[in-house]
Nanobody
Framework: QVQLVESGGGLVHNGGSLRLSCVAS????????IGWFRQASGKAREGIAS????????DYTDSVKGRFTISRDNAKKTIYLQMNNLKPEDTAVYYC????????????????????WGPGTQVTVSS
């Protein structure tokens, strides 16, 4: 059974840090791209970071560049999201998801085509 389970969320003050973890099971993590997404109350889900399976290359949405870092430890079947200098606008439920690497003429955008969503972890940043 394919599963992705997030953890590490919590309540922090403006400017604080958190590290989220996403533990994968039921599939070979080495073969998949993994992305982090978030959904704030009343807003659409947005992709914020992704990491590929070939060389660890990463993509970030502009609002988190320089503050968030995505990484993966395939041996531990875990993907991390280090979040520094958190702001109140980062408050959201954070999810991880997977995508099979694009092949042939399929050329998705960095945060398109993901599935197998985890249940999410709440991050709240107080001002």
């Amino acid at each position: 059974q394919v599963q992705l389970v997030e953890s590490g969320g919590g309540l922090v003050h403006n400017g604080g840090s958190l590290r989220l973890s996403c533990v994968a099971s039921g599939f070979n993590l080495d073969l998949w791209l993994i992305g982090w997404f978030r959904q704030a109350s009343g807003k659409a889900r947005e992709g914020i970071a992704s990491i590929n399976n070939r060389d660890g290359g990463t993509d970030y949405t502009d609002s988190v560049k320089g503050r968030f870092t995505i990484s993966r430890d395939n041996a531990k079947k875990t993907i991390y999201l280090q979040m520094n200098n958190l702001k109140p606008e980062d408050t959201a439920v954070y999810y991880c998801a997977r995508r099979w690497p694009a092949t042939g003429s399929y050329n998705p955008s960095p945060f398109e085509g993901f599935g197998s969503w985890g249940p999410g972890t709440q991050v709240t940043v107080s001002s």
